[in-house]
């Protein structure tokens, strides 16, 4: 009982990195010591889904046996628990202080940059060409959306309902990908306030439709995710890099934080949101460096990806 206990709380505090850009929940889950545990559910868990779309009903019953539920059901309560007490507190901030809160979340991604970049291994002219390219697409693209609403939470103005799919789908890969949350895959794609509303107003429907991208998501790209990190890695990173670099034109605090796209000069307020960003940088690298060394390795572990 005290360890399915203790397991809610190690969700709870997954959860609540994962509803903060910039903030992976497998490197929480990892400095919490159940990482490889955790990988390896999620791993059986693909496997289910995988050999469900394939018809394989044995398949099925022998990887679902394989996940540690004891483990995995606990978390998933946890990360439900943070998501449902947090995202309301993030949810006003970012109404009533915009600037504040883009502050904040610049750090945290500057600070995965800086993470991102340490897990960089072959810095050759093709890497720096990958990542200047993806950064520089990554911003002009960003800028496409200019300001998308008059409602500072609502990135893009009520998206259709199959959106919220794709972008469960899109955001659950930064589960297995180090340096990346899926909340800073959801604010580039301008869908982290839409999704935040959804959850904050009960909308189930729209909940549930962003859970089976995330779920579908997850089935679907680990065979594609374990292909490109294994072959490769680098190449895989230096994208990375490349878009949360391009994505300064979303998360720089002014004129006015994450509804506008524009890029001003420092306005008021200044001082809280540069403090701000430095102790959300100073938080991404310290769990890193708390993360490297319970881990004892500074690559990519691909190891727990399926590959079959």
Same mark, same amino acid.
Not at 163 to 189: E, K, R, Y
Not at 222 to 237: D, G, I, P
């Given at each position: 009982m005290i360890t399915l206990f203790g397991n809610v709380v190690r969700g709870f505090l997954m959860g609540a990195a994962d509803v903060v850009p910039g903030v992976s929940g497998g490197t929480v889950a990892l400095v919490l010591g159940i990482y490889r545990r955790l990988i390896s559910s999620v791993r059986e868990g693909a496997k289910v889904l995988g050999c469900g779309l394939k018809f394989d009903f044995a398949g099925m019953r022998r990887a679902f046996a394989s996940v540690e539920w004891t483990l995995i059901a606990p978390l998933l309560i946890g990360i439900l628990l943070a998501v449902a007490a947090l995202s309301g507190v993030i949810e006003h901030l970012l109404e009533n202080s915009p600037v504040e809160m883009a502050g904040l979340f610049f750090g945290l991604v500057a600070g995965s940059v800086v993470v991102a970049w340490g897990l960089l291994e072959i810095r050759d002219l093709r890497?720096?060409?990958?990542?200047?390219?993806?950064?520089?697409?990554?911003?002009?693209?960003?800028?496409?959306?200019?300001?998308?609403?008059?409602?500072?939470?609502?990135?893009? /103005? /009520?998206?259709?309902?199959?959106?919220?799919?794709?972008?469960?789908?899109?955001?659950?890969?930064?589960?297995?990908?180090? %340096?990346?949350?899926?909340?800073?895959?959801?604010? $580039?794609? %301008?869908?982290?306030?839409?999704?935040?509303?959804?959850?904050?107003?009960?909308?189930?429907?729209?909940?549930?439709?962003?859970?089976?991208?995330?779920?579908?998501?997850?089935?679907?790209?680990?065979? #594609?995710?374990?292909?490109?990190?294994?072959?490769?890695?680098? $190449?895989?990173?230096?994208? #990375?890099?490349?878009?949360?670099?391009?994505?300064?034109?979303?998360?720089?605090?002014?004129?006015?934080? #994450?509804?506008?796209?524009?890029?001003?000069?420092? $306005?008021?307020?200044?001082?809280?949101?540069?403090?701000?960003?430095?102790? %959300?940088?100073?938080?991404?690298?310290?769990? /890193?460096?708390?993360?490297?060394?319970?881990?004892?390795k500074d690559h990519i572990d691909t190891s727990y990806l399926p590959v079959d």
């Open positions: 890497r720096w060409t990958v990542l200047v390219v993806v950064a520089i697409i990554t911003f002009v693209v960003l800028g496409l959306r200019g300001g998308t609403s008059d409602d500072t939470v609502s990135q893009i /103005d /009520d998206p259709v309902l199959w959106a919220f799919f794709f972008a469960g789908a899109i955001a659950i890969c930064a589960m297995i990908l180090p %340096g990346i949350s899926g909340s800073f895959l959801l604010v $580039t794609m %301008g869908m982290y306030g839409p999704v935040l509303a959804a959850v904050n107003e009960r909308d189930f429907v729209t909940v549930i439709v962003f859970v089976l991208g995330c779920v579908i998501g997850l089935a679907l790209f680990s065979q #594609l995710l374990h292909w490109a990190l294994v072959e490769h890695e680098a $190449t895989v990173m230096a994208g #990375l890099i490349g878009l949360m670099v391009g994505s300064v034109r979303v998360l720089w605090p002014w004129p006015s934080g #994450l509804d506008s796209t524009e890029l001003g000069w420092f $306005t008021t307020p200044v001082v809280v949101p540069i403090v701000l960003a430095v102790i %959300g940088f100073v938080v991404v690298v310290a769990i /890193d460096l708390v993360s490297a060394r319970i881990a004892g």
